[in-house]
């Protein structure tokens, strides 16, 4: 149904006549529009810890919570095997001395490696066996050298013997 009037056009001012369709459907025209649908967005559903749909949710993601610790866990190992690979180098010279006076060179503990395993040895100590073999003739540079890659009581040996040497 069109709707006839008469109106004054504000351009000109003249009379215009025109038959326009009626095209509102808002409040009170009789047309349902639920206001979800007028302003074009959908209510979420919440979910109910009490429900099926909740403990799929759960479950899928503590899939994807256990799936990105996996991969940290592999990322860590790595990582530690890689770091653990570079003191490995020095490994390769079955003479520790040279452990000794890189670990004085770099300041830094290092573990060096005997006959029986592994053990720390810090910097101070390097140092003193460093300087006591620098000083020693050729004969008793070998008997050092022997003490140094040997077992970790040779070591220790050793170290009590070179720290009274020094006065410590």
Same mark, same amino acid.
């Given at each position: 149904?069109?709707?006839?009037?008469?109106?004054? /056009?504000?351009? /000109?001012?003249?009379?215009?006549? #025109?038959?326009?369709?009626?095209?509102?459907?808002?409040?009170? /025209?009789?047309?349902?529009?639920?206001?979800?649908?007028?302003?074009?967005?959908?209510?979420?559903?919440?979910?109910?810890?009490?429900?099926?749909?909740?403990?799929?949710?759960?479950?899928?993601?503590?899939?994807?919570?256990?799936?990105? #610790?996996?991969?940290? /866990?592999?990322?860590?190992?790595?990582?530690?095997?890689?770091?653990?690979?570079?003191?490995? #180098?020095?490994?390769?010279?079955?003479?520790?001395?040279?452990?000794?006076?890189?670990?004085?060179?770099? %300041?830094?503990?290092?573990?060096?490696?005997? %006959?029986?395993?592994?053990?720390?040895?810090?910097?101070?100590?390097?140092?003193?066996?460093?300087?006591?073999?620098?000083?020693?003739?050729?004969?008793?540079?070998?008997?050092? #050298?022997?003490?140094?890659?040997?077992? %970790?009581?040779?070591?220790?040996?050793?170290?009590?013997?070179?720290?009274?040497?020094?006065?410590?």
């Amino acid at each position: 149904m069109t709707i006839s009037w008469k109106e004054v /056009s504000p351009y /000109s001012g003249q009379p215009v006549e #025109e038959d326009a369709p009626t095209n509102f459907a808002g409040q009170g /025209s009789g047309v349902a529009m639920p206001p979800d649908v007028a302003y074009g967005k959908k209510k979420k559903k919440l979910l109910d810890a009490r429900t099926k749909a909740y403990r799929q949710h759960r479950e899928k993601l503590d899939r994807a919570r256990a799936r990105r #610790e996996d991969r940290k /866990s592999k990322l860590t190992q790595k990582v530690q095997e890689t770091t653990m690979d570079f003191n490995r #180098e020095i490994y390769l010279e079955e003479n520790n001395m040279n452990i000794l006076k890189d670990i004085v060179v770099k %300041k830094s503990m290092k573990p060096v490696k005997f %006959k029986d395993g592994t053990m720390k040895v810090d910097m101070f100590t390097a140092s003193a066996i460093t300087q006591v073999y620098n000083k020693v003739n050729m004969d008793n540079k070998k008997k050092l #050298e022997k003490m140094v890659n040997g077992t %970790k009581g040779q070591f220790m040996a050793l170290q009590n013997k070179v720290m009274k040497m020094v006065g410590k």
